[in-house]
């Protein structure tokens, strides 16, 4: 599901190859929404969870080299 502030990012067209000035016009009026808008939310998103998912994992890898090794 796109949220509402997303919505604008996403548009669907159809050219044929005769069209070749309607879809520079139209892909130079996405482009400048898109800038408008700035950086995606679902972008920053994204890129928050991976920062999380590493230092969770560095966590974890420390806590495991701070355990002894006990054999039997």
Same mark, same amino acid.
Request: net charge positive; hydrophobic share 40%.
């Given at each position: 599901?796109?949220? $509402?502030?997303?919505?604008?990012? +996403?548009?669907?067209?159809?050219?044929?190859?005769?069209?070749?000035?309607?879809?520079?016009?139209?892909?130079?009026?996405?482009?400048?929404? +898109?800038? $408008?808008?700035?950086?995606?939310? +679902?972008?920053?998103?994204?890129?928050?969870?991976?920062?999380?998912?590493?230092?969770?994992?560095?966590?974890?890898?420390? $806590?495991? $080299?701070?355990?002894?090794?006990?054999?039997?």
């Amino acid at each position: 599901m796109v949220g $509402k502030e997303e919505r604008e990012r +996403i548009q669907m067209m159809f050219f044929s190859a005769a069209e070749g000035e309607r879809f520079r016009q139209l892909t130079t009026k996405m482009d400048q929404t +898109i800038r $408008k808008l700035g950086p995606s939310r +679902i972008r920053l998103y994204q890129q928050d969870a991976a920062v999380k998912a590493a230092a969770k994992a560095a966590a974890k890898a420390a $806590k495991a $080299k701070e355990k002894p090794v006990t054999g039997k």
